[in-house]
């Protein structure tokens, strides 16, 4: 399956400042790109990108005072496959995690896995461990918040997801790490695409999205607290521990977002391949 | 100069608990080392050591149920001379800082930067950016912050600091922190040894300390907001966004700690080096 | 001046649910009807209705499942004079106040006096006591706090007024009352209608209001940190400590609101009598 | 039985303050006084008595700069029964609830009823309601929290209770009112006089002790979720919605704590009248 990707974003600022975009897919997937993956800049200031600690590809610019315009379009191949499952998988003991995965045991900025440890035994003490626990963690917070657009807050965190019951994408995934943290579980935040394919009905104006990957057996696997249920033709752009370390953009200075389009399209064959 | 470092902590445990231990001087500071600085465990049990993701020394084992004693000695080299000041230090803007400090501008899970950023224009808009900035946070922080060892509480933030104006030695470092990456300013949280040379009245039982380090110019500057003067003879064990990357130890599970000494003496050329 | 009031409100429940509602005009403007003021219910369920500790007029009654609708129109005379201004208005030592007012000087669900503190004598610590000081708090929050409908939230407290800077109504007065009260000033926050009378343009649909009194010389004053500016036509309903104190509508189980409407228009005499 | 009871507390200042004491004997005991009930105050400053709005006698005085001492002693009648039980006790739907117990179900400083709500159904929504119901809170608040004096904050929420899971007397209390209210079940906060009158061991030094009330049937019950157990020799001094409303004395500027001591000591007859 090719998957058609893009987005086309717009801030003003009044001022000269300073961004760091997330924008291009994750080095994990450049080997299925079937264009280039290339942030194009509107005016075309100079951009110079690097690599963050967690290997996201990140591009820091700055927004000259007035319009700027950042957009994309590329193509990516994919499986077609929906997340994959394995229900036998185990949960390692923390003596036997690759070291890269401690840091995802640990408490960050939306996620107070110091504040919900007491918690979350009384709630998933009894679910047996591995793969259960987490997709039991998934179906809990997906059955006890509300998603709605108007609840989104940039300030808000797991705790007060827990306590609030109320969010969008990013805060059901903020709760399901903590939780998965709190058990010992190395949890991390990713953000990418997810369209609808395979959707009936797909609710919502496309945007980015945010799930999550554990850490069970002997590799990262994807949940999705939000929809709890395997979904295909996601293309990840970044992990990292929650929303503070991906956010698509961080602006250094005040900038007013002023259009936001996002596409994630199957494509057949012939539209494949658009004009750069 | 010579300093005698050393520490020795018992833990009990009613399980098998996993540690990490961020107890090695930090790698910065290996070739000043004039005795080897290994960590000793009783009972024996086997340890596994890595760098993090901030290139701490990492030593991971599993605690076996009953007691375990973490203990070393070590000796290190030292210039004598106190934490280095440079009043023209220019705050670096964020488009020309090294990438990777520019981790150290987000915000973690005891620095809110999303939540202060309002605040810190209002009480330091005024004051010129660089090291006078810097020095007039750690004034600020040291000037309306209580310190007291029964205040220490293990889930207090940066705001919690702001609004309840007590603390010990984490919590003055975690506000002067967030406060300079409110402003651009990279910090991050550093740990380590500072005993009592060049104070006269040494008003503590001696600890592990926790200051900051700010990136200027071209480097990081070590900076102490609970102390708020120079001081000597300070070695490094960990540097990290927060105290939530650099607990001495991390317990994945419940331990209770039953002794904590540290030392931290300067030694005179013939108490040097002390038998193994 | 005659002012046509009226509000019209639905919800929606599942089961019976017991609500409390503070829809009337308040006591102290009872001589100023010049129509009834009795709450209409439809189904016509039975209420009983009595005074809670502050003297507001509060009704209960038990919402059958399905849709209850809450109703009524009212007419009242008002002077039609602006908020009544005394900058000589002198703050009263606490030793001084009468009893009743010292309730509003203690912490509340949605003011945390005991937070706020040490902020509020930095930010206010110079300006002179009394009305004076006051209005620079209505002027501070009014100018830091951006107000919007879409950042309504039923948890935010000044403390997160004070960090988020931005909210509805009751945020800005949550705010500014709390600041008052770290000061010594009583205050306490209000409800009732507030209609665009004398206001060339009206920005917002007509809804309740939410305003606070502060205790100054010899009596309560009208201010308005979301307004700032003296208003025409305020009529009381309700004071209380925060919003905790006198919800509209308090609902002891799950309601939804369906519909809500509220009128607050200057008539002339040929309009003033409205057919019951 | 009698109790003697008495307190001796002093303060410092480095102004004159205005304080409010809530020392005495709540006026429901009056009747039971076999000794004058009067606070003494050296220097002899001038007090003004008044009842707030919960019917607690309060005192009113401005402490001048210096030492000031509150101290008294009195003598009070009990009938030595621990505190009643009544496990057939029902609760009574809100819309029969006495109107003037409806303000203890609503949220206030330290018991966030709009936060906890979710959590509550959740963890005691298949406890029978009533007596049952109030008892189970007392139970899971007194197995899940640790009590330390070290643990003392006074600005410690029921959900900072909630997750941190420690805390003083106030914390247990605030705790189980909280899940009370969210449960619909009027609960109010208590402090008074309780001795260690049979108790075998008495584990503390003397204090003011807090408990709370729950309205069940027909009138107000003892409840205790730090103890758990009914205790004899309660003497109550006031109640309200939480530890803001009735702290034993509330400081309207600064006043160091230096000197608190508590009696309440059963009498044997011989020993009843002591000399003022």
Redesign the interface.
Known sequence: MLIRLGYDISFETATDV?M?ALLNVHPSRTSDLREPDIMRIEPNVQM?Q?R??FDNI?S???APAGTIRLFNSTLVQDTGQPDAQNPEARQI???DLP??T??Y?????Y??V???S??VY??FGNVPAGWQRVQAICTWVHD?VTFGY?FA???RTA?DV????MGVCRDFQHLAITFCRCL?IPARYASGYLGDIGVPAAPCPMDFSAWFEAYLEDRWWTFDARHNVPRQGRVLMAVGRDA??VAIT?S?GSAKLTNFTVISDEVNGSQAVEAF
């Open positions: 300073t760091v110079d690097y963050d600690s990140c820091r610019f700055v003991p923390v003596n070291t890269d401690l840091r045991l640990l408490a960050s900025r996620c107070e110091d504040l919900l007491s918690v009384e709630v006890k108007p807050r940039s300030t705790l827990y306590t609030e019951r010992n503070a370390d961080t250094f």
